[in-house]
């Protein structure tokens, strides 16, 4: 039987499947989104300052995204020193924007959802905690 | 000097702090959405097929939200069979809420960045794919 996750509480209803775990991962996200507002792509200290992470971190998470093909890397040697320009593919940014369409779909689902409840616990007949 | 998050471009604009791995993790998300909707608890086999994942995934799961004190786990005997109930606490749902704001940050981030981009890539003097 096919599945309709649109109606509530039907299976795989918060699987979330359009959550790519390429893109999910916190650093890397943080990466696609400031790339996804510089189309001319940023240079690698920039990118390193405006996500906070440290050289290797970055390096290591540039890697993962490029073997995905979601960004790539330009080396430069002008100015006497290397330079290394990162860009977002057109086909990386395709698959940002898909991802962040299903992040919405979570902040809908939690903000509707979600009544600010700040109840005691009612304990259930035949409940004992764990 | 202290960082403003806020202007555009500043130092560890795209850091978002706020993104406790704990909850970011794909699956956990799920699971902490479906809680977020049902105050009254969910039963493990309820949960598990909700959020598409195995019984040993979702044990795995429930055991580290359990260790940050996100949800609360309930064990009963009744109708012969053992039963487990999962609930978020309220300290979990508080903590979810702050992070599914943070997450509204990025989408709004990234949609508010993102013009449709279908150009080909223009080469910058100087620079070589890697």
Redesign the interface.
């Known amino acids: 039987m096919a599945k309709n996750k649109n109606l509530p ?1 039907s ?7 359009g ?1 790519d ?1 390429v893109i ?1 991962e ?1 650093a890397r ?3 696609l ?2 790339l ?2 510089h ?1 001319q792509g940023l240079v690698f200290n ?1 990118l390193k ?5 440290t050289d290797g971190n970055l390096s290591r998470h540039l890697q993962i995204l ?1 073997e995905a093909s979601l960004v ?7 100015n006497n020193r290397p330079q290394t ?1 990162v ?1 977002l ?2 086909a990386g ?1 395709q698959r ?2 898909d991802y ?1 369409h299903v ?2 779909s ?2 809908t ?11 005691k ?1 009612r304990l ?7």
């Open positions: 509480d299976p795989g209803r918060y699987a979330y499947d959550l775990r999910h916190k996200l943080g990466i989104t400031s996804a507002g189309p920039d300052d405006l996500c906070s992470l490029c790539e890397v330009w080396k430069s040697y002008g320009l860009r593919t057109p940014r940002f924007l962040v992040l919405e979570v902040v689902d939690a903000l509707a959802m979600t009544p600010a409840s700040n109840d616990p259930l007949p035949g409940l004992t905690p764990q």
